[in-house]
């Protein structure tokens, strides 16, 4: 392992571990110690990283609040405050979003589906911005103020950069902004449909948002609620088991991906 603030090779591996059982290391060249966590998020953590990962994952996953997790975690030996589940999420739910906006970038259809829902946000009501493709992936979400062309561009862009390419038909529903906006983004040369039937298809996929933020009774700062909803997202969109027309998949399969994808994602956070 080489060394964190020199960058140096020459590093040698000590017999004992730190407290959480990570493996201390020793280089030459600055005379410096150092271990596993150093220079990473987990650096200052007094629990294991699969702890904290969990909590988090559970916490955007579940219909748990704050208090939930923490008799969670207690069932399991460790006795932690409802405040630190907050600042974990607060440090690690864009770490997940993060990691999982990569995966997926560039594997989307050709075929958008664009909505907004309503979510409150310290007693005012904000507009959260979805998108989709034909086979139901998540494009993108944005968390917007305001419900006008320039929220309508802004989002629009976020999706080109990550599909990294032009879609070939856009569904969205009457309002205006999005036909100036498509114009501008996309071009003229993409299918632009605006009917509210065609359109149930991203209108029913807010459902999973809906049941996940109700027991929340909104948001206190409009950051906090953007972090959350984009993990969210992100999340549900990664575990969802991805089926292609009429394809039926077992209970046995469902639970067999769904727990390769977590210890997946777990190893990938952890490393």
């Not at 399991?76 to 997940?96: A, D």
């Not at 953007?226 to 027309?245: H, I, Q, W």
Request: glycine content about 4%; charged content about 30%.
């Amino acid at each position: 392992m080489s060394c964190p603030r020199c960058r140096s090779e020459s590093t040698v591996r000590r017999r004992y571990r730190t407290s959480l059982g990570c493996r201390i290391f020793y280089c030459r060249n600055c005379k410096r110690r150092f271990n596993e966590r150093t220079s990473t998020p987990y650096n200052h953590l007094q629990f294991p990283e699969d702890i904290v990962l969990m909590a988090v994952l559970w916490r955007l996953r579940y219909k748990l609040g704050l208090r939930d997790v923490v008799e969670l975690l207690l069932q399991r030996g460790f006795e932690i405050s409802y405040e630190t589940i907050r600042s974990w999420e607060y440090q690690f739910s864009p770490l997940v979003s993060t990691k999982l906006r990569s995966k997926r970038r560039g594997r989307v259809g050709r075929t958008w589906y664009l909505d907004e829902t309503y979510v409150k946000v310290g007693g005012r009501w904000c507009y959260l911005y979805r998108a989709i493709d034909r086979d139901g992936n998540l494009l993108d979400s944005m968390l917007s103020e305001q419900r006008d062309k320039h929220a309508a561009r802004r989002f629009l862009r976020r999706l080109v950069e990550s599909a990294e390419q032009k879609p070939l038909r856009v569904t969205t529903d009457k309002h205006p902004a999005y036909t100036k906006a498509n114009r501008w983004i996309i071009g003229r040369k993409a299918l632009h449909r605006h009917n509210q039937y065609l359109n149930n298809r991203i209108e029913q996929d807010h459902r999973h948002f809906k049941q996940r933020y109700y027991p929340m009774l909104g948001f206190k700062q409009f950051d906090s609620a953007s972090r959350f909803c984009t993990a969210f997202d992100e999340l549900r969109n990664y575990l969802k088991v991805k089926t292609t027309g009429q394809e039926q998949v077992s209970a046995s399969d469902r639970r067999r991906i769904f727990s390769d994808k977590w210890k997946t994602l777990m190893t990938e956070l952890a490393a």
